[in-house]
DNA sequence: TAAAACCACTTTATATTTGCAAGCAGAAAA
DNA sequence: TTTTCTGCTTGCAAATATAAAGTGGTTTTA
């Protein structure tokens, strides 16, 4: 599967239904650890996250580094290319907000709220946050 | 996989490496007959194809009706449902003409351009396009 | 200080999905 | 009337996903 179209070259490294998932962790709920992204409620098995954090590294989404405190511990965070996976999180978020009824928790308002009320501000406000977090942070 | 986070919700339904692509199909290349999905550049086979074309209509992305001349011939066409999934693939095609290099040709352009000058006027636009070729037509 | 628990994985076994090739029934073209 | 076109279906091998247990260190607990 190749082609030089744009859509399809993001579909070959996020078009499954674990990457993004992962990247949310990160970018909404706080998630730096390995067993805090096992312990999301969809459930992903451990073999299946250690091959998408690989994938991910390797593709230069996110990045590993080491955990002072706890030497055990591996803290990964989001690299502008991940960040920048955002708006493309937020659209399939609104679109499911649009089509899932009433299946949405109420906690989705929390992040989509921002977007629906401030649009292109609230995802540049978003960012910022995000790139302050994982980057500067 | 179960939750109610809508970035899931979405994912359980097109998070694969095909769906997508057979929509962009419909929006950009004016594609409505099984043949010409098959003959897309990507090279989807063809119990794929009918799997995700069955599932497209069976959650009401795609429309089936037949052809008037032509009576073997089925015409897929999109759904208001279909037309919004929109945002979301312009925004993976934005997110790769950042990120994929010299990687993609330049066709991209005629799709993108419109984007990137309007912003959300321009998705607006291409949105009321589709309307008037998939439903009204 | 020894045992238990935690951490980020790896491994193994099984189930499901995908990819490839061929086949098929009905309609249309030669 | 034979051949081609159309939208599929079927069978099989290969790849991928899920589930569960295991590993080698590191902390925490008793």
Redesign the pocket.
């Known amino acids: 599967?190749r082609s030089n179209c744009p859509l399809n070259f993001g579909l070959e490294i996020f078009g499954?239904?674990?990457t993004l998932l992962i990247i949310r962790d990160l970018m909404f709920f706080g998630k730096?650890?390995?067993?805090?992204f096992?312990a999301s409620a969809e459930?992903?098995?451990?073999?299946?996250?250690?091959?998408r954090?690989?994938l991910l590294e390797q593709e230069n989404f996110i990045k590993?580094s080491k955990?002072g405190?706890?030497?055990?511990?591996?803290?990964?965070s989001l690299t502008e290319k991940g960040i920048d996976l955002l708006p493309i999180i937020l659209e399939i978020g609104l679109w499911s907000d649009k089509y899932a009824g009433s299946f949405l928790n109420e906690k989705k308002e929390i992040i989509l709220g921002e977007v629906k009320k401030d649009g292109v501000k609230g995802v540049l406000a978003m960012k910022e946050r995000l790139y302050q977090t994982h980057i500067k942070g």
Do not use: F
């Open positions: 599967m499954d239904k674990w730096r650890h390995y067993n805090e096992l459930g992903i098995s451990t073999n299946i996250l250690a091959d954090l690989a590993k955990d405190a706890h030497k055990q511990k591996i803290i990964y």
